[in-house]
């Protein structure tokens, strides 16, 4: 039986399409590090708005292709589930940059720095993983990816609760709470999506291995 890759070749559209949207989402988690290392009390959220800008573009290129295209590499609902998953890690990242800069300059002394390192090492997976499918169906390879990608929210996990830890022992007054935990888990749950993102990548190389 012919491979995908075989019977397609490797320059499929869709490869590059979803390549490039992986690489939105570990460019929008760079600059959520720059951003966390600037320590800025009204940070600039212009590199979240272009990363959300060329992610939808990106999007809406893939449904259009889509619709235009008859034959794919990649099974229709794979590539739209993919996409989905990609399109929600820099929305989530965007997210919590805006919540960040409204918040700033009441929380100066907290480092985030640690998740926003973490979130940016599973955006980096994640791109290997999207462009491991245009290498071929390599169970192996990608099972290694996807691994170290479920250490890294596993990681990410025992962080947050280490936080609710911190938060309930009654020394925070109520509004700092609520900022931190809001913040907090927003940033966790974009490292989530990324899990998630992961897990379609995974998904489709054990269907088609």
């Given at each position: 039986m012919f491979s995908l890759q075989t019977i397609f070749g490797k320059g499929d559209k869709f490869?590059?399409?979803?390549?490039?949207?992986?690489?939105?989402?570990?460019?929008?988690a760079g600059a959520l590090v720059r951003l966390l290392q600037a320590r800025q009390a009204a940070p600039s959220l212009d590199e979240f708005m272009?990363?959300?800008?060329?992610?939808?573009?990106?999007?809406?290129?893939?449904?259009?292709?889509?619709?235009?295209?008859?034959v794919t590499a990649l099974e229709r609902e794979d590539i739209e589930a993919l996409s989905a998953a990609l399109n929600k890690i820099t929305k989530g990242i965007a997210k919590f940059a805006e919540r960040y800069a409204?918040?700033?300059?009441?929380?100066?002394?907290?480092?985030?720095?640690?998740?926003g390192v973490m979130l940016e090492k599973a955006t980096e997976v994640i791109s290997q993983m999207v462009a491991q499918l245009r290498?071929?169906?390599?169970?192996?390879?990608?099972?290694s990816l996807n691994d170290?990608?479920?250490?890294?929210?596993?990681?990410?996990?025992?962080?947050?609760?280490?936080?609710?830890?911190?938060?309930?022992?009654?020394r925070?007054?109520?509004?700092?709470?609520?900022?931190?935990?809001?913040?907090?888990?927003?940033?966790?749950?974009?490292?989530?999506?990324?899990?998630?993102?992961?897990?379609?990548?995974?998904?489709?190389?054990?269907?088609?291995?």
């Open positions: 490869y590059g399409l979803l390549e490039a949207s992986a690489d939105a989402a570990r460019d929008a272009l990363a959300r800008m060329r992610e939808k573009d990106l999007s809406a290129q893939i449904s259009q292709e889509l619709v235009n295209t008859f409204l918040a700033a300059d009441r929380l100066g002394d907290v480092d985030f720095g640690a998740r290498k071929g169906m390599n169970l192996e390879a990608m099972k170290h990608l479920q250490a890294i929210e596993n990681e990410a996990d025992r962080l947050l609760l280490e936080l609710y830890r911190d938060l309930y022992d009654g925070h007054d109520p509004i700092r709470i609520l900022l931190l935990k809001d913040l907090f888990e927003l940033i966790e749950k974009a490292i989530d999506r990324c899990r998630d993102a992961g897990n379609v990548a995974y998904q489709i190389v054990l269907k088609n291995s």
